[in-house]
């Protein structure tokens, strides 16, 4: 039997990175739940998160991810995808480091682009009324964003890139890395 020495996986990245995909499938494979902490919002506020945004409310979802993950540290066995967002609360990034395996699913800008273009509920990609950007406003704004936020997702105990790869071999390349924190069990 494997064991996890820390039995919580999370998964951070910028939005369109495949945190929410990959996740499940990992969870999967692994025998572990998952559970995607901007699911747990928008089920918990019966509100979609473009709509907590565009009412200027971003705030009270900052505090309601930080509610979730102090809940999620209790957990055993779970993969856990963390808002694009989530670590750049330093109590939040300490939570992650402190309780689990954090892995970094790093995708490059025109990879992005092509995930995100026609996406309607990235709220910090839309303008202020809810309208998809143009092109060159698009990728301005993710590489702005995740200028800013790659050198807190480098923090991660592990980094795959995402890329234009199949998932199959991108969960392979991550059960790989997790080599490291798994343990076989005697069974005794």
Known sequence: MIEIRKNLIFLTGFMGSGKSTIGPILANTLGFDFIDIDKEIESITQKKIVE????????????????????????????VSLGGGTLLNPNNLKLVLSNGILIYLRADLDNLYRRLRFKSDRPLLLTKTGE?????????????????????????????????????LTI????????????LSTGS
């Open 132 to 168: 998809h950007l143009g092109e060159d406003e698009l990728k301005r704004k993710i590489r702005e964003i995740l200028n800013k936020r790659e050198k807190i997702y480098k923090n991660a105990q592990i980094v795959v890139n995402t890329g234009d790869k199949k998932i199959s």
């Open 52 to 79: 907590i945004f565009l009412n200027n409310q971003e705030k009270y979802f900052r505090q309601l991810e930080n509610e979730i993950l102090k809940n999620i540290i209790n957990l055993n066995n779970y993969i």
């Open 172 to 183: 392979e390349e991550i059960i790989k890395a997790l080599k490291q924190y798994l343990k």
